[in-house]
């Protein structure tokens, strides 16, 4: 008896391992990323996220352990546009190994937002947009079915699933921004990675540094927000996960000296996701997050619990 328990939990963890090694090895740069692989993938893919919570993508750049891990994987998938612009030599060496696809690049080129900084370049912050997110979700369903076309059906099958879910934030979010007086809809932020949130919702949006976290902040243009903010009589400005305070502080001091008093409206996922097992750790999580903290600060009546009655700390 106690010779075919032993022999059954080998078997087991035979059959266990057996199954992870048939599935997809996909290493994503980005937890957004990462988050649309696993969504798509289900039990087929292991997914690895190269930056986690906090982690600035323009500036970030590869470790010995991510070329490992790399080198390790099936398929890589990075979000491309400039997003994670100190990686591009790394992307193009292990691109003759192995297959590296830039998601992002599948949003249409008519869709995308110009990088006023750089001439010629996309603004790369396209998941501000549930509905824009949902080219690069088809991009990553196809990358992974090219990987693994035995598992085609399935990938499809979730992605379907999946841009329901989509829409349906995308109409939180038209909701939310009619809920916000008209005065008040505009959006103060560390660096300007708000910009397809403004376009798609009818939103104004400044931000401090430019599209990369990598320009400067200069007193003129910290000068000019707080003009903004006294004259527009705005009551809230908003912090960034992945990108310092400094700044945002700096506009709360002015405005104050100017006589006017603006509030820390929340922090704000921009360039990163929320901690791994939390719901503000998936794309459908750190979206409703942002949604209702804007709307909130900005003078929505919303439900604290956000959408679906599951963000954290709102009890």
């Known amino acids: 008896m106690l010779l075919r328990t032993a022999l059954a939990a080998v078997l087991a963890v035979f059959m266990a391992s057996a199954a992870s ?3 997809l090895k996909v290493l994503a740069t980005t937890g957004m990323i990462a988050d649309a692989a696993r969504v798509v993938g289900g039990d087929h893919v292991t997914v690895t996220a ?3 919570p906090g982690i600035d993508p323009h500036a ?5 352990s991510d070329i490992a891990a790399a080198l390790r994987a099936d398929l890589v998938l990075h979000h491309g546009l400039n997003l994670e612009a100190q990686m591009t030599d790394f992307f193009d060496g292990l691109s003759s190994r192995i297959p590296v696809v830039a998601v992002g ?4 080129t008519a869709y995308r937002l110009a990088d006023p900084e750089y001439p010629g370049q996309s603004d790369p912050h396209v998941w501000m947009a549930p509905l824009l997110w949902a080219h690069v979700v088809r991009t990553v369903e196809a990358a992974m079915a090219e990987a693994a076309p035995e598992h085609a059906e399935a990938f499809s099958a979730a992605r379907t699933a999946y841009e329901a879910d989509l829409e349906a934030l995308e109409t939180y979010a038209q909701e939310v921004v009619a809920a916000v007086p008209e005065p008040s809809r505009v959006l103060v932020t560390a660096h300007d990675a708000f910009g397809y ?6 939103f104004e949006v400044e931000g401090i540094q430019g599209i990369s976290t990598e320009s400067e902040a200069g007193l003129q243009r910290i ?6 903010l006294v004259s527009r009589k705005i009551p809230a400005v908003f912090v960034e996960t992945s990108v310092s305070d400094r700044n945002i502080r700096a506009l709360q001091e002015g405005a104050s000296a100017e006589g006017h008093s603006v509030a820390i409206g ?3 996922f921009s360039d990163a996701m929320g901690p791994p097992g939390t719901y503000e750790g998936t794309y459908l999580g750190m979206m409703d997050h942002n949604f ?13 619990a956000g959408r679906l009655g599951q963000l954290t700390g709102s009890d």
């Open 21 to 23: 090694a048939e599935r």
């Open 50 to 52: 190269l930056m986690g």
């Open 60 to 64: 970030y750049r590869p470790t010995r």
């Open 105 to 108: 690049e599948g949003v249409p």
């Open 197 to 202: 949130f403004g376009s798609t919702f009818g």
């Open 223 to 228: 000068g000019a927000l707080v003009e903004l």
């Open 266 to 268: 929340g922090e704000l």
């Open 292 to 304: 209702t903290v804007i709307g909130r600060a900005l003078g929505a009546d919303l439900p604290a």
